[in-house]
C-alpha cells in the first residue's frame, strides 16, 4: 500500500510539473501565445455548447467564429489599453530630469524609503518605469500619516531645477507623476492633501525653505 502510494504521489508530482512547464513556457511565454490559448479553449468550448444545443454543423461554424470573433476583439481592446496605460507612465517618468542617476551609498531610510525600494529608485531616476510603488515612511511631527511636503522637498532636491518654481500644468505634471510612483505610508496619493502641501511648500519663506532642505541635503550628499 504504501509504495502504491508513493508511485501515485511521484505520478501525481511529475503530472503538475509538466502542466507548470507547459503553461510557462507554451501559454504565459508572451502576449500572443495567451490570446491563441484563450481562443482556441474558447473555441472548443463554443463549439462544444453549440453542438449541445442541436444545432446544425454549418450553424455550429458560424456562431462559433462569431464567439471567437468577439473574444478576439474583446482581448486585442484590453490589450491596447493595458499598453496605452503603460507607455503613458513611461511619458510621466520621462518628464523630468534628475540631479542623479542612482541612491548607491545614501542611507535611504533618512530620506523616508526602504531598502528594498533602492531598485525602484533607481529605475525612477533614470526615466524608467519602478517595478512597484514606491513607499514614503517619513511622518510629521504631529500626525500618524505620511508627511506630502517631506516627499516633495524629497523630490524637489532630486529634479534638476527643483520644484517651488513650477507653474500650473508643472505642477499637474508633477501630481501624476508622484501619484503614479509613489505611496505614503501605504496609501495612494490624495489630490487635495497633494496641492495643499504643495502651496505650503512654495509660499514658505525662503530661509525656512532652506533650512527644511538642509537634513535632506546632507543624506544625499553622502
Same mark, same amino acid.
Given at each position: 500500500m504504501e509504495a502504491l502510494i508513493r508511485k501515485t504521489g511521484q505520478f501525481l508530482y511529475l503530472l503538475k510539473l509538466r502542466v507548470r512547464r507547459l503553461f510557462y513556457y507554451r501559454i504565459f511565454r508572451n502576449h500572443t501565445s495567451v490570446i491563441v490559448s484563450l481562443l482556441v479553449f474558447f473555441l472548443l468550448i463554443a @463549439?462544444?455548447?453549440?453542438?449541445? /444545443?442541436?444545432f446544425d454543423v454549418?450553424?455550429? &461554424? #458560424?456562431?462559433?467564429?462569431?464567439?471567437?470573433? &468577439?473574444?478576439?476583439?474583446?482581448l486585442i481592446i484590453i490589450g491596447a489599453d493595458h499598453e496605452a496605460k503603460r507607455l503613458q507612465a513611461n511619458e510621466l517618468n520621462a518628464c523630468f530630469h534628475f540631479t542623479r542617476s542612482n541612491m548607491n551609498g545614501i542611507l535611504i531610510s533618512d530620506?523616508?524609503?526602504? $531598502?528594498?525600494?533602492?531598485?525602484?529608485?533607481?529605475?525612477?531616476?533614470? =526615466? !524608467?518605469?519602478p517595478k512597484s510603488k514606491i513607499d514614503f515612511k517619513l511622518v510629521s511631527d504631529n500626525r500618524i500619516a505620511a508627511d506630502y511636503k517631506k516627499l516633495l522637498r524629497v &523630490?524637489?532636491?532630486? #529634479?534638476?531645477?527643483? #520644484?517651488?518654481?513650477? +507653474? +500650473? $500644468?508643472? +505642477? $499637474? @505634471?508633477?501630481? +501624476?507623476?508622484? $501619484?503614479? =510612483?509613489?505611496? !505614503? =505610508?501605504? %496609501?495612494? &496619493?490624495?489630490?487635495?492633501?497633494?496641492? %495643499?502641501? /504643495? %502651496?505650503e511648500l512654495v509660499n514658505e519663506k525662503e530661509q525656512e525653505f532652506q533650512n527644511n532642505l538642509e537634513p535632506f541635503q546632507k543624506t544625499l550628499r553622502q
Open positions: @463549439l462544444a455548447v453549440f453542438f449541445g /444545443f442541436g454549418q450553424r455550429v &461554424v #458560424i456562431y462559433s467564429a462569431g464567439t471567437v470573433l &468577439v473574444l478576439f476583439t474583446l530620506l523616508g524609503f526602504s $531598502e528594498t525600494d533602492r531598485e525602484n529608485l533607481n529605475l525612477l531616476l533614470n =526615466n !524608467l518605469q &523630490v524637489h532636491l532630486l #529634479i534638476a531645477g527643483g #520644484i517651488k518654481d513650477f +507653474k +500650473k $500644468e508643472q +505642477k $499637474e @505634471l508633477l501630481f +501624476k507623476f508622484v $501619484e503614479a =510612483n509613489f505611496t !505614503l =505610508n501605504g %496609501s495612494p &496619493v490624495n489630490r487635495a492633501s497633494f496641492n %495643499s502641501r /504643495f %502651496s
